[in-house]
Every structure is written in C-alpha cells, then in structure tokens.
C-alpha cells in the first residue's frame, strides 16, 4: 500500500476485555516497530521486529501485551484484560531496511479508551 | 537506558519570530531524527543527523548535532501557522527513543 495502514482506528474496550490492534506495513519493510503514545507525550517504545522475529519487546509493559508478525509483513498487537491505564494511542512504523539510520513511516494509530 | 530530554514542552510564537527547540540526550547517539505531528496526526520524519556537529537546513528549519553526539537543535526562523504542531527528536542508541515533543503553537 502506499502508507502504513492500522486498524480499527479507533477502539473502545471494557475493562477486563481482550483487544487486538492490526498494523499493515508499507510493502517490502522489513522493521516494524509498535509505540504507545500518550496524551501529550512522545511516543514509547514497545516492540521491534525484523521481518519475522521479534528482536526486541523490552517495551512490552507487562504480560498482557503480546505482539506477533507471524509472515514477516501484517502484525497484530494483542493486550489482554485491558486496563484503564492501557489507554492511549497505539503507533505502528515501518522502515524499509534494519540499519539505525532508517527513518521511520508512521500510521495514523489506533486511539484505544479503556472503559 | 537511554532518556531524551526536550526542552521547552511548550512554545507559544508570534507569527513571523524565530525560536529554538533544544534536545538532549543522557547518551552518546550514533544518530538523531528529528519528526513532526500536526494535531490529531501522526509523526512524519523530517531529517536526520549523523555526523557530529553536523547542520541541515530546510527552508527555515536548521536543525544542528552537537559535538558530543548528544544533542540536537531545531531552529525555526520567521515562523508561521503551517509550522503549528508538535515537533520530536528521537536518538537512537540501540533502538529509536522519543523524546516529549515541543507543541509550537502560533498566534498571527
């Protein structure tokens, strides 16, 4: 696609409740990166892939995040028994290569209100 | 780990005046990105930085690395209400960190 596509856009969940949060990597990237951000803070670190294998997930807050990208392309970011805290705007980025000088393309995110 | 630091959070312009974000970093940075988000949009990358000391320019943006690899301007001459919007440094150690963000907003 031309951009990095997230869905659903916006997400309302119950406390307690499983969400699932997709992210469509602008074709050919090989990183993809997942960030939370906060209302009015720059985005935080949560996971890292490089095609396939997740390089790093020290950003993970807890257990009940999990993250996979099972084809090296779409990744799903996955938080369980949600909590009000989990509240915020879910970044995903794509870059096309795996070097620190790779520029990252953003998504518009997925805003999620934990009820 | 590795903490980025910007200063100021907030940064109310008069349409046409100059102003400065600053960026540090508690750690040497193999590189530094610089991104902006409009309101209600997400980060788009504007330049990067890797040599120490180096300075880029876009039209009125400067952007300068500090000697030590630590820390990184943004400079804004003659502002105006397309610059309105939060602007962000990210260093990168072993991973892309974020800083806080300046929010410009400006009054014409």
């Known amino acids: 696609g031309a951009g990095v596509s997230q869905s659903p856009r916006y997400k309302v969940a119950k406390r307690g409740q499983d969400v699932a949060l997709r992210c469509d990597p602008i074709?050919?990237?090989?990183?993809l990166f997942w960030y939370q951000q906060a209302l009015g803070q720059g985005p935080e670190f949560l996971t890292y892939?490089?095609?396939?294998?997740?390089?790093?997930k020290s950003g993970l807050p807890s257990d009940r995040f999990f993250a996979e990208r099972p084809e090296g392309s779409v990744s799903t970011l996955k938080i369980q028994r949600t909590q009000q805290e989990d509240s915020a705007v879910y970044l995903c980025?794509?870059?096309?290569?795996?070097?620190?000088?790779?520029?990252?393309?953003f998504g518009s995110g997925t805003q999620l209100s934990v009820l | 780990g590795q903490q980025v630091m910007q200063i100021p959070q907030y940064q109310h312009v008069q349409e046409g005046e100059d102003f400065t974000t600053y960026c540090n970093s508690s750690?040497?940075?193999?590189?530094i990105q610089w991104y902006k988000q409009r309101p209600g949009g997400h980060p788009v990358f504007l330049i990067q930085?890797?040599?120490?000391?180096e300075v880029k320019k876009q039209k009125r943006l400067t952007f300068q690395f500090g000697e030590a690899k630590k820390n990184s301007s943004l400079h804004i001459t003659a502002t105006q209400t397309t610059d309105v919007g939060t602007y962000f440094c990210?260093?990168?150690?072993?991973?892309?960190?974020f800083g806080a963000g300046t929010t410009v907003t400006v009054r014409a």
């Open positions: 990210a260093g990168y150690d072993y991973k892309l960190s």
């Open positions: 074709s050919g990237h090989v990183s």
């Open positions: 980025a794509s870059s096309l290569g795996w070097e620190s000088n790779e520029k990252l393309f």
């Open positions: 930085l890797v040599k120490s000391g």
């Open positions: 750690t040497t940075l193999s590189n």
């Open positions: 892939f490089q095609n396939e294998a997740q390089l790093d």
